[in-house]
């Protein structure tokens, strides 16, 4: 299977040409004709990741946000995404990123998100296809709901939240970065609003409107690997695995 038949395959189910203008989807790094025997999933690459890509021999690379997002002016070893780039070129590996085409996409990392957390008859958050809004099957109290929300997304540290005081039965979502949404979250009616990346201000002027729960950006997003890694076991015959060294750039201390 070729880099250009796995791009393809994901694109069927997560149309690149559904991401937002300002992204960067798809191939990122090496050729489309390199044959691919083994992939590694990760959320973001780091120089860890890159060498335990190397380790496990991976011939692709495929992540959720892109290597190149923003006008690259200098491509070095010194910094890391030029390490990251030289690294990659020298074994031979290609690299490839599904951003908001996921993101938006009907199937996509919101609803899966969204099914981790109970939710049912989701429909999209903005015009533009991001978030869900959901129902849970009954309503519930929000520190149960935080209960919830930390078991299904793997959290083993504190989450802030800003509790609107009523129970939580409709539920908005906004894997990644959703603090600018919390206008839609509060005017799609939803009780609750998960997301990462909630500013202080975001949450200060919705107090007493909405409950917030920001869950981080790392773990509200890491869903992508085992999504992406289902289709493409579920697909092909190619041996697919998670990365183990990815980790939250963030740590509670």
Known sequence: M???EVITLIDRYFPLSKALPWDNSGLQIGSWEKVVSRVLVCLDIDREVAK???SFKADLIITHHPLFMKNVKCICPENNLGWIAAYLIKKNMALASFHTNVDVASGGLADYVGSLLGL????????EGLGRVGHLIQPTSVKTFVKKVKEALHIDQPVKVTAAGKKISTVAIC?????????????????????GDIKYHQAFNSKGLITLIDAGHYHTELPFCSLIASILERETGLEVKISERQKNPFQCM
């Open 2 to 4: 070729k880099v250009s």
């Open 175 to 195: 894997p990644g970065s959703g603090g600018d949404l919390i206008d839609e979250a509060i005017r799609s009616g939803a009780d609750c609003f998960v997301t």
């Open 52 to 54: 335990e890509a190397s």
């Open 120 to 127: 049912s008859e989701m429909k999209p958050l903005t015009e």
